[in-house]
């Protein structure tokens, strides 16, 4: 079978394969690469499990040949944490609970963070149009939206008011 080559730089490192016209993103990232937290759902471009960032912008990587993202910047959740330190959208997930089994957690916390870099304190509806078309089967959404609004400036009045409850308590 053909092959051709593939530059693209992922989580910061720039990497040279040589792969068939038809290999996916996502198999590149997951076989190739070895980087097995972006997830594959449906596979057909419907549940967002593996979105991952090109060019910054959120991507389906099962509906992405590799080979048209060519020359680009891709970041995986693996890229997310710097010196061991989580994301504050990771640590938000975490601690707000927004986890279940964690098969969406990766394309969730991608497509926020794009969301983030974009708009740094979106509204409910924003998060809500980023994250349309991100399906998580364990069914957590409010908390997905509390962690999201969480690490980003939205959450302030909420922040503010915890330890006052607290104190009533
Ligand atoms: S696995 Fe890509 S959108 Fe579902
Ligand atoms: S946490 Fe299980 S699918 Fe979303």
């Known amino acids: 079978m053909k092959k051709y080559l593939l530059n693209i730089t992922v989580n910061g490192r720039e990497e040279d394969l040589e792969i068939p016209a038809h290999r996916t993103l996502l198999e590149v990232l997951r076989e190739d690469l070895g980087l097995t937290g972006t997830k594959e759902g449906c596979g057909e471009g419907v549940c967002g499990a593996c979105t991952v960032l090109v060019d910054g912008k959120p991507a389906r990587a099962c509906l992405t040949l590799a080979l048209e993202v060519e020359g680009s910047d891709i970041?995986?959740?693996?890229?997310?944490?710097?010196?061991?330190?989580?994301?504050?959208?990771?640590?938000?997930?975490?601690?707000?609970?927004?986890?279940?089994?964690?098969?969406?957690?990766?394309?969730?916390?991608?497509?926020?963070?794009?969301?983030?870099?974009?708009?740094?304190?979106?509204?409910?509806?924003?998060?809500?149009?980023?994250?349309?078309?991100?399906?998580?089967?364990?069914?957590?959404?409010?908390?997905?939206?509390?962690?999201?609004?969480?690490?980003?400036?939205?959450?302030?009045?909420?922040?503010?008011?915890?330890?006052?409850?607290?104190?009533?308590?």
């Not at 990766?106 to 509204?123: D, F, Q, R, T, V």
Request: glycine share 10%.
């Open 75 to 169: 970041t995986t959740i693996e890229g997310l944490s710097k010196d061991g330190q989580l994301d504050p959208l990771q640590d938000a997930f975490v601690h707000r609970g927004a986890v279940q089994c964690g098969f969406c957690t990766p394309g969730m916390i991608m497509a926020s963070k794009a969301l983030l870099e974009e708009n740094p304190c979106p509204s409910e509806e924003d998060i809500k149009y980023a994250l349309a078309g991100h399906f998580c089967r364990c069914t957590g959404y409010a908390k997905i939206l509390d962690a999201v609004k969480a690490a980003s400036g939205s959450d302030g009045a909420k922040r503010d008011a915890e330890p006052a409850e607290r104190a009533q308590r």
